[in-house]
């Protein structure tokens, strides 16, 4: 079986082929962070043609790479949401007129799905079931993993995404978008001691979040002081130790209540150092076995959506309504 998957949610082109017998075999992407880069965020009308553009070339470039035909392919899985609209709109009418042309099925794959199996892909990957924490520019969940298809979603953020509050704090310290993997940079340089920001909603039971409060402090403080670099560094290092603190906080509380021993860790955030130094320390270091994904696989791809589509054909499940409808907002539970 050999399924090629593809990805145009949000702001990179991801494509890649995943097979039965050699896992994956070729990925591809194209980053637009550039095209985007002078707006401050993403432009969704700029994201949809750039998708336009690069698609056939990443398709014929992954199946280069792996030395296979137009009929070597069993499925075609692309991402149908959620996401933004027009964006979603180009990989969908893609897979599915590529399916029709190959004549092969194709599957809307949950692009969080994506996310959540993404170190499944790695060796060694984690057996269900397992507890999943997703850190990414938009979303922020805890879930109980039990199978392919079967996720229970224990908490959720009721404001910003942590990458979302990653991205608006880098912001408001004049890093460019997207600034998290920036800010984590200028925090190495912080003192430890000088801010001490909120750590939100681990006062109260329960495993949800709340990121937009942490904006605040940082904007506050940044009002508050001189804007030279040290003050920089310092409020990334505070903003960074909140959000990572509060994230481990409810993962330990997970743990708890749910008697999971698995803890896999994806999405863009899942990327930052000193978030997987503490769960080490906090997790792996009391019997919790921890999985990531590689680093390029943290942000968005082909090869998680190739591997999604990839476990549920092998299942059987294909889509038999081919019209090309997708969903900028669907849960996951669904
Ligand atoms: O998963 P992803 O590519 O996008 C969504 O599906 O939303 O994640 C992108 C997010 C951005 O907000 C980016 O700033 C953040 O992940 N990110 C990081 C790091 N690398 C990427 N945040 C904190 N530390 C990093 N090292
Ligand atoms: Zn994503």
């Not at 893609?94 to 004549?103: C, I, K, N, P, T």
Request: charged share 20%; glycine share 10%.
């Amino acid at each position: 079986m050999n399924i090629l998957g593809i990805e145009t949610s949000c702001d990179e082109t991801g494509v890649a082929i995943y097979s039965t017998e050699g896992g994956l075999l070729a990925h591809a992407l194209h980053s637009q962070i550039q095209l985007h880069a002078e707006y401050g965020g993403v432009v969704p009308e700029l994201a949809s043609r750039d998708h336009v553009r690069k698609l056939i070339p990443l398709v014929k470039e992954v199946m280069q790479q792996a030395g296979l035909q137009s009929n070597d392919f069993t499925g075609i899985a692309y991402t149908a949401g959620p996401g933004l609209m027009g964006a979603l709109m180009v990989g969908a009418a893609f897979a599915r007129s590529l399916g029709m042309a190959w004549q092969i099925p194709t599957l809307a794959v949950h692009h969080l799905e994506g996310h959540l199996l993404s170190p499944l892909l790695e060796d060694p990957a984690p057996a269900f079931p397992f507890l999943a924490l997703l850190v990414s520019g938009g979303h922020t969940l805890l879930a109980e993993v039990t199978a392919i298809g079967k996720y229970r979603i224990l908490g959720d953020t009721l404001d910003d995404a942590a990458g979302e509050a990653f991205d608006k704090t880098a912001k408001l310290l004049g890093l460019p978008y997207p600034g998290g993997s920036l800010l984590a940079k200028l925090a190495e340089k912080g003192d430890s001691k000088r801010f001490q920001f909120p750590r939100p909603m681990t006062d109260r039971p329960g495993l949800d979040f709340s990121f937009s409060g942490l904006k605040t402090s940082a904007l506050n403080t940044i009002h508050a002081h001189p804007n030279d670099e040290q003050t920089k560094a310092d409020i990334a290092y505070a903003f960074q130790e909140a959000v990572i603190d509060t994230l481990v906080i409810k993962c330990v509380r997970a743990i708890k209540t749910t008697h999971l021993q698995r803890l896999v860790v994806a999405g863009g955030v899942s990327a930052n150092t000193k978030l997987r130094e503490k769960l080490h320390t906090k997790l792996a270091a009391n019997g919790v076995e921890l999985y990531f994904p590689r680093l390029e696989f943290c942000t968005d791809n082909g090869a998680m959506i190739a591997y999604a589509g990839f476990r549920h054909m092998q299942l059987g499940q294909f889509d038999t309504n081919l019209e090309i409808q997708v969903r900028p907002r669907w849960a996951l539970e669904e």
